[in-house]
């Protein structure tokens, strides 16, 4: 008799392991590729600025009046976006994590069809995902929000589109600046893609990094472990000054 309570408890026991197992393993799954929404499109040109669509020639819809040209001051206006993009690996799944925030202020300079001058800066306290839980480790333990509550970057060469574009145009130009997170500074260069609006214009773009560079050690946490490499992607509208 007891002989086959043991047997027994050993078949439950295993089962249990199982069970276990297959949650573990098949739960992320389900959950990743049949509950979970896709990760959004990366940001680009063709993107609706948040909470309203799109004009065919890419308008905010503010109504301000064009410029003759290009020439002069802008600023960041309503419409901006910035975040980040990086790949995780979630209990052995591969997802792709986005955070993304519209409180992004920053000016630009344009002499000609070159930008000379500019700096743009990103609140990362407000940068959110569809993850509470990854926000409250971005926040803390990753980009310690608290000592370094801003991201920024500063053109440090001008960039030249070569044209002025028409309303709808796009252009583009090699932008080569600073990127400062978490304290730390860093030369980048990347391409910049610009296109004429009915009241200003708006910049695309997006900055390879890595995590090791800014003084930031890869995220690795509760089954959760980040690449090393990451980017930074935006979408700015830009306003007279």
Do not use: C
């Amino acid at each position: 008799m007891a002989g086959s309570i043991r047997r027994h408890w050993k078949r439950w026991l295993i089962a249990g392991v199982a069970v276990v197992a297959v949650l573990g393993i098949g739960g992320p799954y389900v959950y990743i590729n049949y509950i979970a929404d896709e990760p959004p499109a990366a940001l680009s040109l063709d993107s609706s600025p948040p909470g309203s669509e799109a004009s065919p020639d890419g308008s905010s819809g503010s109504g301000e009046q064009a410029r003759d040209g290009v020439e002069g001051s802008w600023r960041v206006s309503s419409g901006s976006q910035a975040g980040y993009r990086v790949d995780e690996v979630l209990f052995g799944q591969n997802v792709t994590a986005v955070g993304r925030t519209e409180e992004v202020t920053g000016d630009l300079e344009i002499e000609g069809t070159r930008a000379t001058s500019g700096t743009i800066t990103v609140d990362l306290a407000s940068v959110a995902s569809d993850s509470d839980e990854r926000d409250a480790q971005f926040r803390g333990r990753i980009m310690n929000t608290e000592q370094f509550p801003e991201a920024t970057f500063e053109l440090t060469e001008p960039a030249d589109f070569g044209s002025a574009p028409d309303v709808g145009e796009q252009v583009t130009a090699e932008a080569t600046g600073e990127l400062t997170i978490h304290g730390e500074t860093n030369p980048v260069t990347f391409e910049l893609t610009a296109q004429r609006t009915a009241d200003g214009f708006r910049t695309n773009g997006s900055i390879p990094l890595t995590f090791a560079d800014y003084g930031v050690d890869a995220p690795n946490f509760g089954g959760i472990t980040v690449e090393d490499e990451g980017t930074v992607e935006f979408l700015l509208a830009f306003t007279p000054a």
